[in-house]
């Protein structure tokens, strides 16, 4: 069956960076699109950033310029690389896969700043 595991989440005061990780499986990864959320307590949950089976890459203004999605399909496993991070950046980072019409999620991972 699909499973996305997401990984790499903590504690990091403002600043500083974070990779997220995503490790896939049960699907065909290389034909998907891939995206990650983020949801604060008490809020809903928003759209980061999209990586397109070519490779093509879009971001939520709020972390454009900070933030980079990429993914590697020889590993089925998605990134997204967390730079210059903020106390507003503190939330449940999830993992989301579109493929063949159906989504897809992980369990997420906690990232929390510190300021």
């Known amino acids: 069956q699909v499973q996305l595991v997401e990984s790499g989440g903590g504690l990091v005061q403002a600043g500083g960076s974070l990779r997220l990780s995503c490790a896939a499986s049960?699907?065909?990864?290389?034909?998907?699109?891939m995206r990650w959320w983020r949801q604060a307590p008490g809020k809903q949950r928003d759209w980061v950033a999209t990586?397109?089976?070519?490779?093509?890459?879009n971001y939520a203004d709020s972390v454009k310029g900070r933030f980079t999605i990429s993914r590697d399909n020889a590993k089925n496993t998605v990134y997204l690389q967390m730079n210059s991070l903020k106390p507003e950046d503190t939330a449940a980072y999830y993992c989301n896969a579109l493929w063949e019409g159906t989504n897809y999620w992980g369990q997420g991972t906690q990232v929390t700043v510190s300021s």
């Open positions: 990586v397109t089976s070519g490779g093509g890459a």
């Open positions: 049960g699907f065909r990864f290389s034909t998907s699109i």
